[in-house]
C-alpha cells in the first residue's frame, strides 16, 4: 500500500478530469507541469490531494479518474486497464553535505544505524524494498525516528537537522545541485522503481485530459531516466 497523489484539471466548456500522482512525483515534476500548463493553458485548473493507489486504482476503474501516475504492483492489472511505461525513477540515500557520513567512500549497513533516519511509512513496497536491500548485504534495516509521507518534512530534516533518507534522485538532483545534499556512497542501497502511465480502455478522453496525458509524457522524459539503470552492488 503506498500513497499518492490525485489530481483534478478542468476548463471551461469541458468535463472534469482526474489524475493520480504519486508524491514524489507530485514534489519533482508537478511544479514543472504546473507551470507549464499555466503558460500554455491559462484557463487550465489543477487541484492536488492525496489518496492510496488501490482506492485511485479503483477511481480509474469506475471511471471518476481518468489518469494514474504510479508504479503498477507485481499482480496483473486488471484486463480494462492500459499501462505505458515513463520511465525509471532511482532511490538513494542521501545526506546533508556536512553530514559525517557525507565524505566516506563506501558505507556499509552498519554505519547506517547511528544516525536518524525519516523515512515513508512501515507499509508500501518503498519500506519492504528498503528492508531488503539491507537484508541483501546481511544486516538488519535501520529503524526511523520519523515515518511521513510529506516530502517537504524529509527535506527539512535532512537538509538542516542531520538526518537520512531514502528518496528518488530526481526529487534532490536541484539540492545536490546546490551543494545542500549529497547522495551517499552506498550503491547497494539504491532501488530501480518504474513508473507508469495508466488509463481506461475505451475511454472517452476530453482535451484537457489529453492535454496533461501529453505532458506529462514529455515531462517524464526529461525527468526520468528511460531504461533502467544497470544494478550496482
Known amino acids: 500500500m503506498s500513497c499518492h497523489r490525485f489530481c483534478r484539471h478542468h476548463e471551461p466548456g469541458h468535463r472534469?478530469?482526474?489524475?493520480?500522482?504519486?508524491?514524489?512525483?507530485?514534489?519533482?515534476?508537478?511544479?514543472?507541469?504546473?507551470?507549464?500548463?499555466?503558460?500554455q493553458r491559462p484557463l487550465l485548473t489543477l487541484h492536488v490531494v492525496e489518496?492510496?493507489?488501490?482506492?485511485?486504482?479503483?477511481?480509474?476503474?469506475?471511471g471518476r479518474i481518468d489518469?494514474?501516475?504510479?508504479?503498477?504492483?507485481?499482480?496483473a492489472m486488471p484486463v480494462a486497464v492500459c499501462v505505458e511505461d515513463l520511465g525509471w525513477d532511482v532511490f538513494a540515500a542521501f545526506a546533508n553535505s556536512e553530514?559525517?557520513?557525507?565524505?566516506?567512500?563506501?558505507?556499509?549497513?552498519?554505519?547506517l544505524h547511528h544516525h536518524p533516519w525519516v523515512l515513508a511509512p512501515s507499509v508500501g513496497a518503498l519500506r519492504s524494498?528498503?528492508?531488503?536491500?539491507?537484508?541483501?548485504q546481511g544486516f538488519a534495516s535501520p529503524l526511523p525516528y520519523v515515518e511521513t509521507y510529506s516530502i517537504s518534512l524529509c527535506r527539512s530534516l535532512v537538509s538542516a537537522h542531520g538526518f537520512l533518507t531514502f528518496l528518488p534522485r530526481g526529487l534532490?538532483?536541484?539540492?545536490?545541485?546546490?551543494?545542500?545534499?549529497?547522495?551517499?556512497?552506498?550503491?547497494?542501497?539504491?532501488?530501480?522503481?518504474r513508473l507508469c502511465l495508466l488509463t481506461l480502455?475505451?475511454?472517452?478522453?476530453?482535451?484537457?485530459?489529453?492535454?496533461?496525458?501529453?505532458?506529462?509524457?514529455?515531462?517524464?522524459?526529461s525527468h526520468l531516466n528511460p531504461s533502467g539503470p544497470a544494478v550496482v552492488g
Open 129 to 136: 524494498r528498503f528492508r531488503s536491500l539491507f537484508e541483501q
Open 67 to 75: 489518469l494514474l501516475l504510479s508504479t503498477p504492483p507485481s499482480e
Open 172 to 193: 534532490l538532483c536541484r539540492d545536490v545541485a546546490e551543494g545542500n545534499v549529497v547522495e551517499l556512497a552506498t550503491p547497494w542501497l539504491q532501488w530501480q522503481r
Open 99 to 111: 553530514h559525517p557520513l557525507a565524505i566516506s567512500q563506501r558505507i556499509e549497513g552498519e554505519a
Open 51 to 62: 489518496g492510496l493507489y488501490e482506492e485511485l486504482l479503483i477511481g480509474l476503474r469506475q
Open 201 to 221: 480502455e475505451n475511454r472517452n478522453v476530453t482535451p484537457a485530459c489529453e492535454y496533461v496525458r501529453q505532458i506529462v509524457r514529455e515531462l517524464a522524459a
Open 16 to 39: 472534469s478530469g482526474h489524475d493520480g500522482i504519486s508524491p514524489s512525483l507530485a514534489t519533482h515534476l508537478i511544479p514543472d507541469l504546473c507551470a507549464l500548463a499555466q503558460r
